[in-house]
Every structure is written in structure tokens, then in C-alpha cells.
Nanobody
Framework: QVQLVESGGGLVQAGASLRLSCAASGRTFSLYTMGWFRQAPGKERESLAAISWTGSTLHYADSVRGRFTISRDNAKKAVYLKMNSLEPEDTAVYYC????????????????WGQGTQVTVSS
């Protein structure tokens, strides 16, 4: 099993950058496909990006492609989401999640989730 804890959220102005981190515990983290998701008030959860256990990017949502970058460091048991050119529409709670089944991470049906970190972008 894997336990996930996100950090790095906050309040920023439009155009700024943030890097979210997700710290994982568990011996098998390196075998997990990992992903980032977000949910804004009144909206459905959105799958943003996914990365395989080897570090290959599997997926970016159209809404963030070219602005957000997912990466991982298996030695540190961490996954990151670098967010550039933030917009007010990016305001949401951001979650990391993972599973040994890659498809579930892309679709958001994976087993392991963090508690989320709030990102607020002011105009």
C-alpha cells in the first residue's frame, strides 16, 4: 500500500508558478503509476496528468498541456506537478493519486489518494 501527502499549494496571482509535491510512503512506490487531479467547487474531478513508474508521461489534460509538467523521483518517493502561467480557472483542490494499474490513474479510478492541497489563483 501507499500513503500520499500533498504539499505546495497556496494563494498566487495569475501568471505565477507553483510546484506541488506528493510524498509517498510504502515500499512499492516505484511500481506505481502516479497522477494529479483537481476539483473545483461545483465541478467534477478532473484528471490532469499521469506518469508511469518508469517516468514516462502517460497523459495531460488539454486544459493544462504546455503549462503543467508532471515528474517523479522514485528514490525520494515523490511526485511533482510544476504549474506555470496559472490562471484563475486553475483554482481548485489538487490531489495526487496512484495505482499499479496505469489505466485507473488516467481515469481517476485508482485506489490510493492524498488528502489534497488548495491552490487559489487571483486575477
Amino acid at each position: 500500500q501507499v500513503q500520499l501527502v500533498e504539499s505546495g499549494g497556496g494563494l498566487v496571482q495569475a501568471g505565477a508558478s507553483l510546484r506541488l509535491s506528493c510524498a509517498a510512503s510504502g515500499r512499492t512506490f516505484s511500481l506505481y503509476t502516479m497522477g494529479w487531479f483537481r476539483q473545483a467547487p461545483g465541478k467534477e474531478r478532473e484528471s490532469l496528468a499521469a506518469i508511469s513508474w518508469t517516468g514516462s508521461t502517460l497523459h495531460y489534460a488539454d486544459s493544462v498541456r504546455g503549462r503543467f509538467t508532471i515528474s517523479r523521483d522514485n528514490a525520494k518517493k515523490a511526485v511533482y506537478l510544476k504549474m506555470n502561467s496559472l490562471e484563475p480557472e486553475d483554482t481548485a483542490v489538487y490531489y495526487c493519486a496512484g495505482d499499479v494499474r496505469p489505466t485507473t490513474v488516467v481515469t481517476g479510478t485508482c485506489d490510493y489518494w492524498g488528502q489534497g492541497t488548495q491552490v487559489t489563483v487571483s486575477s
